[in-house]
């Protein structure tokens, strides 16, 4: 099953080139590459290629900035550590997808029941429902002559529905989406509609899926071990005021896939980077063991990685794969959140999280006097109020007075000088740059899994598409993580929304 991807370990444990796919990259540690990894910003002006303070610095900032970089050296990964994550996330990979070691495996590489992309011929209206990590949607579609047109479009934010049960969690999505028919004039008709469903569950079909766990701290209860395609099929049924016909169930990585396949029909991959992160990819069946539906062409389907579970922790609460990467703040907010222990490698690399990094690191660096004259208010201590969104607008900021900066602690009760802006902005590079490069330590993992020369991947989520740093970085170092592919990141738009109205459009003309 599969190909080479997956290097050689030493007794030691130290990975062994692969001629095949890496050993050619024999100078993949050189200094040259360590140094096109590091970030693009000031933390290169403040450390040398070895994480050592700045020399040039007068003696005063070097005591402080030597606190900061000791601080954030835990966030900079070499290249050769982030071999070791491909490599480890492709061996995981594999353990999914075999019958053997797929309950053991971290990275369940679920089987979609996706077989086909979309060829263009797809046409009608369809209904689109997606509930993800903060909103629901409801989405009317129109597809025809290989254009796929939004007529209306509701968002509700479901951060209170967390913690509800499943019947309210359901009653209320049946809710959004009979008013939304109402409205639309579509109350008595019965459409096609796709489900995007972005949590972890197994399926047994287009039209079942069973929630193996929540994620994204949801934890609404007795959904877990059910078939959200049935909880959703009983909360319209229990109005009895609306009538769909429901052709899918899918991943918000499928729906971005299928999305990217409607304009690029080679799209082999895609990935999430929003609340929280997931990739999925094009497999051949014949390396998918777990796999026990029909052969039939096309002798393919797409595989749901769960890719976030990566890392994760037993039951007992011992480490992981990637126990040696873990930082302190990384087990702070493990703590934090209801699934200590799991979806640890989402919780490195995604928006729901890398806020929280940041301010546990300004925190300790506020104690430490390193920043903020060592002020620290009761806004900064509290957990979770510093939003991800808030790395992007300060990294972004160019400034010469750091206004996003500024604005942003003033809320928090406190007016820091332009020193400090520096150094936060450092902090969110760090944390930034440590995701994007993780996540293309997984992307180099599928794309060579994948072994073609050109992998084209779609790409959604807020995270990826408004940090101005994480496409370049992720570019840059996927490059070099597989060196012999080109990879090419394509923005796909709306993939979890018009994704699922395509699904459904394929899963209708199949029938057909
Ligand atoms: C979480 C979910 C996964 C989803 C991803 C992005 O990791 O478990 O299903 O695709 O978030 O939304």
Redesign the pocket.
Known sequence: MGNTCTKARSEDGKTISDPGQLGANSDINSDENELMLKTTSNYEDTVDDHGQANPNRNADENIEENELTSMLKCMHHRIDQLIDVKELMHREMMKGLSKDTHNTADVKMYPTYVRATPDGTESGDFLALDI??TNLRVLYVHISDKVVKQIAETRHEIKDLKKVTGIQLFDYVAERLAEFMEKNGLKEKTLPLGFT?????VQKGLTSATLTA???DFEVSGVEGEDVYVLLQEAIKRRGDISVNVLAVI???TGTLMSCAFEHHDCVAGL???????A?YIEKLENVDIWDGDTLPPQQIII?T????FGDRDADGNGGVLEHLITEYDDEINRSTVNDGK?IF?KMT?GMYLGEIVRLILVKLTKAGVIFNGNITDDLETKWIFKTKYISYIEEDTSVNNEACKSIFKKFGLEIKDEDCEKVKTVCSAVSSRAAKLLSAGIAAIVCQVGRKEVICGVD?SLYKYHPNIKTIMAETTKLLAPFMTVQYVESSDG?GRGAAIVAAVAQRLKK
């Open positions: 993800g990590g469903f972005s949590f972890p569950y929540w994620s994204k991943n918000d990585t999430i980077l929003g609340t929280g992160t997931n999925c749901n769960e890719w976030g579970a979806h989402e995604s989520g979890s």
